[in-house]
């Protein structure tokens, strides 16, 4: 071998530079290391003159090497580049760690020529080097080139060369081990993030965890941060009040007031003034100014419950301060600017009561910017059994009890009942039942006549069909009734029966529907 001159010293050693350098640039260019170590191979290919170049990767596992990327090698031949650790030389140099050097391939018998790529080249002779990969101490694979033995080749130069190679690519593994582990990490820590945003948004007061609650706390989270209109709707005692709440208590505005106005429980005289106030001698009785509603809650937010039962004349006040911001008091000429985030509610079909010209439709659509619907409790089964442990933890500390819990029976009731009182006739039932209770235990006796099941009263029909069918039309009346609070009128559009038919069948059945008006 001739020995180098200075020049082609420092030739080589420019040529390496340039080789690591474009390498470098190569193993940056993807995250993913399949992506480079293609382009990697060829380039060592033009400018080290090897005939081919394959990188293998040990599966911890199954403890088989395997061809992760090779040049000059078929795509069948790869497949047949298996080894196990410690066999032949590629296999040998990863269960060691250490390099090897064989400059001519066919006088090692060690050499296995699994791929068999070099089975037309057995007149001539090629050299074999192979360097592991490394992360810290562990050998994960190696790097291996063949070329042409010949009299100048410096395996020392190359071998240099190639361990620097593969301690770069082994440096470029671990980078993008690293990345992954905190891409696992970020992501883990975003959707705790995400869950303690749900507990966040989900107050204490708000009890429940099925699919239609998740969805209304991912509503409560979405505005409560804006200044946006919020329609609340749903069926009495299905907790609209909390939701308001909630919206109130997560904005921006929670340090400021929330007034609440149940616009149903106000006659229609007294409403517009406790909206927008009154001047002094405005009516009779007007003693002195009067701040409205509208004007507490300035900053802050006014949550307007039942909002379907205001008057036409209200309604077109209300629409005003939607729209300008801006009112005047009962009796008054000047005009007031309000800053009030505006929450409504209502039981009531707005669309229906918009249609019969109940309902003013431009006001509908200021108010129906943000919708939530609130499921009846029928529709969120799963939640009774939490709504009403709850219950009986509060209950029985106020009435100084202890409830351990509730009977399989009383259980069974719960379940199955529909509850057209949502959740403010469970607090009752179970108001009643922790009151009822003497041994620490809600049994089913001590549940409401509504709930007992023929089964669990020994009460089962024997009675003939027309018994029967009478005895469940008037289940069906009461419940109805119970409603629509007493309202016939209601009760017979749950029923889809006409008015005068309700009213007959409710004496035919001696109903008196005033006791559920309370």
Request: hydrophobic share 35%; with cysteine.
């Given at each position: 071998?001739?020995?180098?001159?200075?020049?082609?010293?420092?030739?080589?050693?420019?040529?390496?530079?340039?080789?690591?350098?474009?390498?470098?640039?190569?193993?940056?260019?993807?995250?993913?290391?399949?992506?480079?170590?293609?382009?990697?191979?060829?380039?060592?290919?033009?400018?080290?003159?090897?005939?081919?170049?394959?990188?293998?990767?040990?599966?911890?596992?199954?403890?088989?090497?395997?061809?992760?990327?090779?040049?000059?090698?078929?795509?069948?031949?790869?497949?047949?580049?298996?080894?196990?650790?410690?066999?032949?030389i590629t296999g040998k140099v990863i269960q060691t760690g250490k390099s090897a050097v064989i400059p001519r391939i066919s006088e090692e018998p060690m050499f296995l020529n699994r791929t068999g790529a070099r089975e037309n080249l057995k007149k001539q002779d090629i050299s074999f080097i192979c360097v592991p990969i490394k992360l810290g101490k562990e050998t994960i694979g190696a790097l291996s080139v063949d070329r042409l033995f010949g009299d100048t080749v410096s395996f020392k130069e190359d071998l240099r060369l190639l361990s620097i190679i593969s301690s770069m690519i082994g440096q470029a593994v671990r980078l993008r081990q690293q990345m992954r582990t905190e891409r696992k990490q970020l992501?883990?820590?975003?959707?705790?993030?995400?869950e303690q945003l749900k507990d966040r948004f989900r107050p204490a007061n708000i009890i429940g965890?099925?699919?239609?609650?998740?969805?209304?706390?991912?509503?409560?989270?979405?505005?409560?941060?804006?200044?946006?209109?919020?329609?609340?709707?749903?069926?009495?005692?299905?907790?609209?009040?909390?939701?308001?709440?909630?919206?109130?208590?997560?904005?921006?505005?929670?340090?400021?007031?929330?007034?609440k106005v149940n616009c149903a429980a106000l006659p229609e005289m007294v409403i517009e003034s406790e909206l927008f106030g009154h001047e002094k001698g405005a009516f009779t009785g007007a003693i002195g100014q009067r701040k409205g509603r509208f004007e507490l809650a300035h900053g802050g937010s006014i949550f307007l419950d039942e909002v379907g039962d205001l008057s036409p004349a209200i309604q077109i006040k209300l629409l005003r301060v939607l729209q300008e911001?801006?009112?005047?008091?009962?009796?008054?000429?000047?005009?007031?600017?309000?800053?009030?985030?505006?929450?409504?509610?209502?039981?009531?079909?707005?669309?229906?009561?918009?249609?019969?010209?109940?309902?003013?439709?431009?006001?509908?659509?200021?108010?129906?910017?943000?919708?939530?619907?609130?499921?009846?409790?029928?529709?969120?089964?799963?939640?009774?059994?939490?709504?009403?442990?709850?219950?009986?933890?509060?209950?029985?500390?106020?009435?100084?009890?202890?409830?351990?819990?509730?009977?399989?029976?009383?259980?069974?009731?719960?379940?199955s009942y529909h509850w057209p009182g949502n959740v403010r006739e469970l607090e009752n039932c179970v108001e009643r039942a922790v009151i009822l209770s003497n041994d620490d235990v809600i049994h089913g006796h001590h549940l409401p006549p509504t709930l007992?099941?023929?089964?669990?009263?020994?009460?089962?029909?024997?009675?003939?069909?027309?018994?029967?069918?009478?005895?469940?039309?008037?289940?069906?009346?009461?419940?109805?009734?119970?409603?629509?609070?007493?309202?016939?009128?209601?009760?017979?559009?749950?029923?889809?029966?006409?008015?005068?038919?309700?009213?007959?069948?409710?004496?035919?059945?001696?109903?008196?529907?005033k006791r559920f008006s309370a």
């Open positions: 071998m001739d020995t180098p001159t200075k020049e082609s010293k420092v030739k080589r050693e420019l040529e390496e530079l340039s080789l690591l350098f474009e390498i470098s640039q190569t193993l940056d260019k993807s995250l993913d290391l399949r992506d480079v170590v293609g382009p990697l191979l060829r380039t060592m290919a033009s400018k080290m003159g090897m005939m081919r170049g394959t990188l293998t990767l040990l599966n911890r596992e199954t403890e088989e090497i395997v061809i992760e990327e090779a040049y000059g090698l078929s795509e069948s031949q790869r497949e047949r580049g298996k080894y196990k650790l410690g066999e032949g992501l883990e820590e975003n959707i705790q993030l995400k965890k099925s699919k239609a609650m998740q969805a209304v706390y991912d509503l409560i989270a979405q505005v409560s941060k804006s200044n946006t209109t919020v329609l609340i709707w749903g069926e009495s005692g299905t907790g609209k009040e909390l939701v308001a709440n909630a919206i109130h208590y997560n904005s921006l505005r929670a340090s400021k007031p929330v007034i911001k801006e009112f005047e008091r009962v009796g008054g000429i000047t005009t007031i600017k309000t800053d009030v985030r505006i929450i409504v509610a209502t039981n009531r079909n707005l669309e229906k009561l918009v249609e019969v010209k109940k309902f003013r439709e431009d006001l509908y659509y200021r108010l129906n910017v943000f919708p939530i619907y609130m499921p009846p409790l029928r529709e969120r089964k799963t939640d009774i059994l939490l709504l009403a442990d709850y219950f009986v933890g509060k209950y029985s500390k106020a009435n100084h009890k202890n409830i351990c819990r509730i009977s399989t029976p009383a259980i069974d009731m719960l379940m007992q099941t023929a089964e669990a009263t020994g009460t089962t029909s024997g009675g003939n069909l027309h018994e029967t069918l009478n005895n469940l039309e008037r289940e069906l009346i009461l419940d109805a009734l119970k409603s629509s609070r007493g309202n016939q009128t209601k009760a017979a559009r749950i029923l889809g029966i006409t008015e005068r038919l309700m009213g007959l069948r409710v004496k035919k059945h001696n109903i008196n529907p």
